[in-house]
Structure formats: C-alpha cells, structure tokens
C-alpha cells in the first residue's frame, strides 16, 4: 500500500497586495456593495489676521456600486486510507489570493469581461485599467529618480496624504535601501506602501477596441422595390428601396435572433452605416441582395467594411501606477468536495473545488501613470 506525499505546503507572499492593502472586517458584500469614496480634501489658504473667504469645493460623493469577482481553485487528491485534504486546497487558495486581486486591479479581466448590468445601469469596476490614469512624464533617467517623481506627484494630488506605489516585483532590486520593511509591508523614504506583486505586470493603460463599421450601398438608381441584408446566415425582412437608416434598416437588422444593438446611420436610399456593438468582436461580413429592386439603371446593393473591428490592446512599454490606499474585501473560502460517486475509480483520485470572492477598490483621487523604459 502507497501513501501520498505531501508537498510543502503552499504559502502567500508576504508583501503582496493583499497583505499590503487594507482590509475592512464588513460582510455580507458578497453580492455587491456601495463603496463611497472618501476622496482628496479640498483645501483653501488664508491670511492670520484675515477670515477665510468663500468656502472649499465639496468633494465628489457619488457612490460606486462594486460587484465582486470571483476564482475557483481545483486540487486532486488521492482516496486511498481516506486522504482527503481540503486543507491543502485551503492553503493553495490562501498562496494565489494576492497574485488574483493584483492581476484583477491591474487588468480587470475577470470584471470588465462581461460588465452586466445593475439596476438599470451598465457598470464597470473602477480597477487601474480603466484608463483613467494621469501619464507623468519623468525627467529623471534612473528608476529611482522616476520613482520619485511618479510619488511626488502622487502626493501632491493626494495633498500630503499617503499613497500607493504599483510595481513589477523585479522593479525593487535596483532601490536596494531606499526599500524598508515594516512587517508584512514595504516603504519608502516618505512612508508611502509600495505594492510589488507578481500581478502586476508593467503593463500600460488599455487601449479600447473599435467597433467595426459595414457601409450598406445602393447603385444603379432604383425607384422602387425592395432589398434584403444577410447576416450570419439570417436574412432581413424586405427593406423598401428608400429606406431610412435610422428607423427601418435598424429595425430590421436588430429584429434577427443572431444581432442586438446595432445602430445604422443613413437617408432615404443609403448608403446606409452600420455600426456593431464593440462587445460583439469581430463581427461577420453582411451581404445583401438586390433582386428586388425595380426602375433604374441595373440596381444592386453592395455591402463593405469601411471600418474594421480592432480588438482591445494595451500600451506599449513598462509602466508604474500610483494610487490612493486600496482596499481589499475576501470572502471566506469555500471547500467543494465532489461526491463520492465521482471518484475516478482507476486511480483512485478525487477532485476538490475551492471557490472565494474578492473586491479592491482604491480612491480614485489619485490616479496616476509613468512610463519608466525610457521609450
């Protein structure tokens, strides 16, 4: 008889994200929460003999609706004399907690794949990728002159208050002692966190995708009948020949089961523009038909791609972000052990799931970017 041997046990990073950030001992956020942030003061000078005149700017106090996302961990264990560890599933969530978060706050993957909807309104999580960073332009040609520069800036937007520096872990060997550690976190000179976790990447603020345009056009001069567009191996009801874009040729294509959302521009008699919903991809050629349109010289209709689908990117080069604090909620982790029924009865092995929950937020007050390769 075999017995399994276990490996050494799976431990987090110590000054990841997670141990880096904040975490608020609320519950119940699991089904999504309202995050109001607290933001940079606004502040006004004044002499000492004189009063203060007028009053600050209130602070944005709009609230953030934030749907968590989630990640699932999968182990194989061994059934025989009854070893079944959810406990190393347990420590195996626990060890790749903080590369998920930081991956998620630097790319947004998991949330900004499918935004849904909420109470009406479309939402997008308020993660680093949203593009919304303000680029600081070094001056500095070392990493830590630039560094400085990127947390100078960032103070200030935060007036004096602490913030968060992002970086690629490999990006803290050339500090050397300009990197302390206090416990589980990192500083700098100037007592602001800096975040090396291994998801971030370096990577730049996204570049979104563009949506791909088809340009619908009639010659040959019809005066009557109608025409039809195929998309997808799904035919249009007739369009009559002096259609309006707007209305009728949007009506049309929007009513086929396979399109949603599309939106066409066009006077009576075309051309007409149809432009795809981004979140569709790369959508297929339209083609079209004339057969029944009547008068003129040969009538036709003609389908192009004037604009193509570009997908999503990022920009080129290796990249640093400042933030406000971030704060990080996790949920409890969820042990699955499949049935028992499941067992792969020719190795004797048997799966087990453990799922958990997670948000970060940070204040969006500040926001900032530098690009650090000297491109």
Do not use: K
Not at 61 to 85: K, Q
Not at 207 to 219: D, F, H, M, S, Y
């Amino acid at each position: 008889m075999f017995r399994e041997v276990q490996a050494a046990p799976a431990t987090p990073p110590t000054t990841g994200l997670v141990a880096s950030a904040l975490r608020p001992s609320d519950t119940g956020w699991e089904q999504g929460f309202a995050w109001r942030p607290e933001r940079c003061v606004t502040w006004q000078g004044f002499g000492p003999c004189s009063n203060p005149s007028g009053v600050p700017t209130a602070p944005d106090a709009d609230v953030v609706y934030h749907t968590p996302a989630g990640f699932r961990v999968r182990d194989t264990c061994t059934v025989m004399d009854g070893l079944r560890d959810p406990e190393r599933v347990r420590r195996q969530v626990q060890a790749v907690t903080s590369y998920v978060v930081a991956h998620e706050l630097w790319t947004g993957a998991l949330s900004l794949a499918d935004p849904g909807d909420v109470s009406g309104s479309p939402y997008v999580n308020p993660y680093l990728s949203d593009g919304n960073a303000t680029e600081v332009t070094p001056t500095a040609t070392d990493l830590a002159g630039m560094i400085g520069e990127l947390e100078a800036a960032a103070m200030v937007a935060a007036s004096g208050q602490q913030v968060f520096i992002h970086m690629p872990p490999a990006f803290t060997f050339p500090l050397g002692n300009l990197v302390r550690r206090v416990g589980n976190v990192l500083y700098t000179p100037n007592d602001n966190v800096i975040v090396a976790d291994a998801g971030y990447t370096g990577i730049g603020a996204p570049v979104p995708p563009t949506a791909e345009v088809q340009t619908v056009t009639i010659t040959g001069g019809p005066t009557g009948g109608t025409f039809t567009l195929t998309y997808s191996g799904q035919t249009t009801a007739t369009i009559p020949f002096n259609a309006v874009g707007a209305t009728t040729v949007q009506t049309a294509l929007n009513n086929l089961s396979n399109l949603d959302g599309v939106t066409v521009t066009g006077a009576a008699g075309g051309p007409y523009t149809v432009t795809f919903p981004v979140n569709m991809g790369n959508p297929a050629q339209m083609t079209a038909s004339g057969a029944g349109l009547t008068g003129g010289t040969t009538p036709s209709v003609g389908v192009a791609t004037t604009t193509p689908y570009v997908a999503p990117s990022f920009e080129a080069g290796t990249w640093l972000y400042a933030t406000g604090p971030v704060q990080v909620r996790l949920s409890d982790i969820d042990i699955r052990v499949q049935p028992a029924e499941t067992v792969d009865r020719t190795t004797n092995r048997q799966e087990i799931w453990a799922d958990r929950l997670f948000a970060a937020t940070f204040d969006p007050c500040v926001q900032l970017s530098m690009r650090v390769d000297g491109s």
